[in-house]
Structures are given as structure tokens and as C-alpha cells.
């Protein structure tokens, strides 16, 4: 399996510190990234955590732009970020193979068995359905 190469270089916040322990950053120092990436590793993981408690594609990366900084003031001050989706897909496609490895079997049955049943969902919060498929 491939994994991306990793370098150390000034992303993830625009403070040009550490979030975790606001450590100060020099000029060569910074988040563990993929070499041409905006977001560090820990703001992915951020991302893939709150998809794996049910987050949409949409509100994870709302979520995780603006924990990187990058989400925008607007018109009367208030702190606009992209909801578009596509950022927390890309990452699932991209980290589901590494994360999910150890848990997958290392040999597969010569049959499977499925079923047609469908799948619903409910909001915890106002017990409506909230997803079906």
C-alpha cells in the first residue's frame, strides 16, 4: 500500500502555532502533511472521527476548515466556511484502506451471504429518520 510522503512544513492554522500545545513554530517546523496538502494529519483525523459518529461529508469539512483557519469573515462578522462536501469524501477514499486494515479479514470466505433489508437511521436528538438506504 502506498502512503502519501509526509513532510513538516508550515500548514494548519494560521497562527503559526501548534493548536494542540500553542507551541510557537519556526520557519521549517509545522504539522505532519502530505507534501502539496493545506491540512495537517491531525485535522483529517479530526475529520474522519466525526464522520465515524455520523457526521454528513458536508458538516466534516465545514468542521475541519475552520478548525485549520481557514474559514472567512463575512459581511457582519461572522466566520463563514466552505461546506462543500468533497473534502471529507476525498479523505475517506484516500485513509479508509490504512485505517481499516487491521480490522478487515486477511482471507475471505468463497461465499457471502446478503441481504436486501434497508437501513434507517434516526436522529438521536428529535427521533426522526435522518438517512435511509
Known sequence: MVRP???SKLVGGREGCCIECEREWHETEGMPTGTHDWFTLRDKAAALV????????????EFVRRRAGYARRRGGGALIASRDGRLARDWVSQYTPIIAERYLPRRWPRRLVLDKLPVH???TTSNKPRQSG
Do not use: N
Not at 466525526?50 to 469539512?61: K, P, T, Y
Open 5 to 7: 510522503e509526509l513532510s
Open 50 to 61: 466525526r464522520l465515524a459518529q455520523g457526521a454528513s461529508f458536508r458538516d466534516a469539512s
Open 121 to 123: 437511521v434516526k436522529d
